[in-house]
């Protein structure tokens, strides 16, 4: 059985997936926080943005969607902890191979995405 905190977290991520597979940055500025961090790694190439490079990056890319892949994103699991929970995902898209680990928060009775960390997976 989820809890009411584990079903609100995995419709923010529900949503993340959406906007990132549709490229609906209008629906990835509800899910991440304003001041949240994407730091990673792509092919061993580091990555560091903040939320508005990434969100321009979205929208100026051809998404998954448009691309007619196959939606194929997953939660590998969830940790919740009062206030903040952390997510591991499988995010394979656009040939690539992602794992992302999202840190979340409970903000203004709404969890949101702080911060976002990953890498792609050969």
């Known amino acids: 059985m ?7 977290i995995q419709q923010t991520i529900q ?9 609906d940055t209008m629906l990835l500025l509800k899910v991440f926080h304003p001041n ?3 730091i990673g790694d792509i092919n061993g190439q580091p990555y560091f943005k903040d939320v508005n490079q990434y969100l321009m ?3 100026e890319r051809k ?12 939660i ?3 940790e919740v902890l009062g ?5 591991k995902l499988h995010v394979p898209m656009l040939g690539f191979n992602y794992y992302d680990f999202l840190s979340l928060s409970k903000i ?3 969890w949101v995405i702080v911060n976002k960390l990953f890498t792609n997976v050969n």
């Open 83 to 87: 206030n903040n929970a952390v997510a």
């Open 15 to 23: 949503n993340y997936f959406n906007g990132i597979f549709n490229g």
């Open 57 to 59: 990056g979205v929208k």
């Open 63 to 74: 998404s998954p969607s448009e691309l007619s892949e196959p939606f194929r994103m997953e």
């Open 108 to 110: 203004n009775s709404e």
């Open 36 to 38: 949240c961090l994407l």
């Open 76 to 78: 590998l699991s969830i």
């Open 2 to 8: 989820y809890s009411k905190e584990s079903i609100a």
